[in-house]
């Protein structure tokens, strides 16, 4: 049976999130209800990441087992015409490997976070950054980031219900840039904890006002105490930019 890997592109606004839940819109019940379109039958397909509600994706991975020999042009063809009209589309698709898995054989994961960061309140881009109308320093919130770089315990800024077995993350990358009103916030690692990115954003914020100094980053990350996080920005800033194989 042919294994065949999905680049996928959502925009998470209307979705409650990645991961298939019952009477619920997501993305990858909308996906797998198109490709049960193509096949007359159910097949599960699976991602390599559980995106939450609100966030948005460039190149999520997704694979499934198909009955079916396809062309990839067409299988990616015939996805898009029946996952209409939902804000997803498969941007690529390939046959890999039998023991090719979207989510486990990934060595790396790519995450945006954008602020516009002006005093006007966006119009386009409404549901797709956050919007922080104070003017923040980029400088100090780079300078806090470089404090979260390496192996670390990440309990500070791990959601209460995360199922990793672990708090132990390696985080290979966190930089914090500005251009023009918009303020990006790049993060790298092999994998993530529930809500770390949002929690390590809505904290470097902090430190951006003013209301931290970039030091409180480090204090904050030794504590591997969750109510010494900065408050958890919300999710409609944050891409899953690539996944590395």
Request: proline share 6%.
């Amino acid at each position: 049976m042919p294994r065949y890997k999905l680049t996928i592109e959502y925009d998470g606004t209307g979705f409650l999130g990645w991961q298939s839940q019952p009477a619920s819109i997501t993305v990858q019940g909308a996906l797998e209800a198109a490709i049960e379109v193509l096949h007359g039958q159910h097949i599960t397909l699976h991602g390599a990441g559980r995106t939450d509600t609100g966030v948005h994706a460039l190149a999520q991975i997704a694979h499934f087992d198909s009955p079916k020999v396809w062309d990839p042009f067409v299988l990616c063809n015939a996805i898009n015409g029946n996952v209409r009209p939902h804000a997803v589309s498969v941007v690529a698709a390939e046959q890999v490997p039998d023991d090719f898995e979207a989510r486990f054989s990934a060595i790396k994961r790519r995450y945006l976070y954008r602020i516009l960061n002006r005093r006007a309140p966006p119009t386009l881009d409404k549901h797709n950054v956050w919007h922080v109308p104070m003017d923040l320093n980029v400088d100090a919130m780079h300078e806090g980031a470089q404090h979260l770089i390496g192996k670390h315990d990440f309990t500070t800024f791990r959601a209460a219900e995360c199922q990793s077995p672990s708090p132990v993350k390696t985080l290979e990358r966190l930089d914090v840039m500005r251009f023009d009103e918009m303020v990006e916030i790049r993060a790298e690692a092999r994998s993530f904890l529930h809500h770390q990115v949002r929690s390590i954003v809505g904290s470097l914020v902090r430190v951006g006002q003013g209301k931290w100094h970039p030091l409180e980053i480090k204090r904050a990350l030794e504590a591997k105490d969750r109510s010494r996080c900065g408050p958890v920005c919300p999710p409609d800033g944050l891409y899953l930019v690539e996944v590395l194989y």
